[in-house]
Structure formats: structure tokens, C-alpha cells
């Protein structure tokens, strides 16, 4: 069975640093690419980041609004993928989930999502 | 960007309507659409992707079209475990956008 949970959400300071975590399991996660997305207090989805798999140069693709201070990153082995979330602002107050797209089909399976605060 | 626009932004129907979501591209994004579903407090459920693609396990009440710049999503005869948001969102080229979502409600 296909699962993805996502970890490390929580309360942090503005300016301050956090690490998420989206463990996977069910399937060979090496050749999917990953994907995060998030969604603000009462509001419409966003996309984060995708990271592409080892057969795709594990490149990255960064939405403008978080691109130069998130890092999306993967470990094959332990079939996790990361968001490294530095200089947090207010407005990254959201939950994060993550999902994955391999050649077909995409995005058909989302993690439970986790709540990330930003507010001092 | 790509903007993806939604309409409308949100509908009232009954169970056993059939009920029509279209979303608009600002360009042509081949038939590079996805479709989600999202119920209060849960993660978004992938519907439809490639424009008219079901997801597995997805009723074949939902359904698909369109290519180029505009979409719609379809619910043939809408049940009471339908009445959610829906999302459309396009993978054609980067940023990834959304549209703003249509709340489908009694």
C-alpha cells in the first residue's frame, strides 16, 4: 500500500528554520519525482517544490515565493524526502503536504499533510 | 505565470445534478490538467489528471476534457460525498498553478 506521511511541522518564530520530512513507503520511490505543496488558513492550494528522481539528475524546481530560502532534497534510501524551510515568514504559515508524479499517473497519492506556524 | 481561472467560483446543487466545473489557462497548456477534490480538514484527493485521465479507484462519474486552454470537469449525477471544493491545476510548465477553487454545496 502506497503511503506518504509528512513530519516536522510546528510553531516557529519568523526568521527561524525548519526541516520537513515525507516518508514514503509502498513503492520504489527512486523513480518518482516528489513533490510539495501547501495550502494557507482557509485558502487555495499552492505548489512548493518538485525534486525529480536519480534518473532525472535529482534536479528541483522552486516556486518564486520560496525559491532561494527552501531546499527540497532526497534520500533514496530511506525513501524520504526533505523541505528545508529557512528565513520563515508569516505568510509560510500553512500545511505542507507532499505528493508524488512518476510517468503516469501524477499526483495520485498525498500525504496527510502538516501544519507549519510561523508567528512570534 | 499561468493563470488558471476557475468558474464558477462556487455552485449550489442537488444530489442526482449533473454539475459542469470549467477552469480557463491564460495560455495553451496542452492537456497538461490535473483535478482535485478537497473535503474540510483532509488532503486533496487526485481526481483526474492529463485533462481526462481518472485517477484509479475514481468513480467514472467524474469525467474530463479538454485541451489547450480550457477544461471542465463533469460529476454526471452528484452524490452527497461530492459536495466539496474542487481544484484545478496545471503541470505544463513552471510555477505549477491552481485555480481558485469551486465550492460545490446544497
Known amino acids: 500500500e502506497v503511503q506518504l506521511v509528512e513530519s516536522g511541522g510546528g510553531l516557529v518564530q519568523p526568521g527561524r528554520s525548519l526541516r520537513l520530512s515525507c516518508t514514503a513507503s509502498?513503492?520504489?520511490?527512486?523513480?518518482?519525482?516528489m513533490i510539495w505543496f501547501r495550502q494557507a488558513p482557509g485558502k487555495g492550494l499552492e505548489w512548493v517544490s518538485v525534486?525529480?528522481?536519480?534518473?532525472?539528475?535529482?534536479?528541483?524546481e522552486y516556486a518564486a515565493s520560496v525559491k532561494g530560502r527552501f531546499t527540497v532534497a532526497r534520500d533514496d534510501s530511506k525513501s524520504i524526502a526533505y523541505l528545508q524551510m529557512n528565513s520563515l515568514k508569516t505568510e509560510d504559515t500553512a500545511i505542507y503536504y507532499c505528493?508524488?508524479?512518476?510517468?503516469?499517473?501524477?499526483?495520485?497519492?498525498w500525504g496527510q499533510g502538516t501544519l507549519i506556524t510561523v508567528s512570534s | 505565470d499561468i493563470q488558471m481561472t476557475q468558474s464558477p467560483s462556487s455552485l449550489s446543487a442537488s444530489v442526482g445534478d449533473r454539475v459542469t466545473i470549467t477552469c480557463r489557462a491564460s495560455?495553451?497548456?496542452?492537456?497538461?490538467l490535473a483535478w482535485f477534490q478537497q473535503k474540510p480538514g483532509k488532503a486533496p484527493k487526485s481526481l483526474i489528471y492529463?485533462?481526462?485521465t481518472l485517477q484509479s479507484g475514481v468513480p467514472s462519474k467524474f469525467s474530463g476534457s479538454g485541451s489547450g486552454t480550457d477544461f471542465t470537469l463533469t460529476i454526471s449525477s452528484l452524490q452527497p460525498e461530492d459536495f466539496a471544493t474542487y481544484y484545478c491545476?496545471?503541470?505544463?510548465?513552471?510555477?505549477?498553478?491552481f485555480g481558485q477553487g469551486t465550492k460545490v454545496e446544497v
Open positions: 491545476q496545471q503541470y505544463n510548465s513552471y510555477p505549477w498553478t
Open positions: 495560455q495553451g497548456i496542452r492537456n497538461s
Open positions: 492529463d485533462a481526462s
Open positions: 509502498g513503492f520504489t520511490f527512486g523513480d518518482y519525482a
Open positions: 525534486i525529480r528522481g536519480k534518473a532525472y539528475g535529482e534536479t528541483t
Open positions: 505528493t508524488r508524479a512518476g510517468l503516469a499517473p501524477y499526483f495520485d497519492y
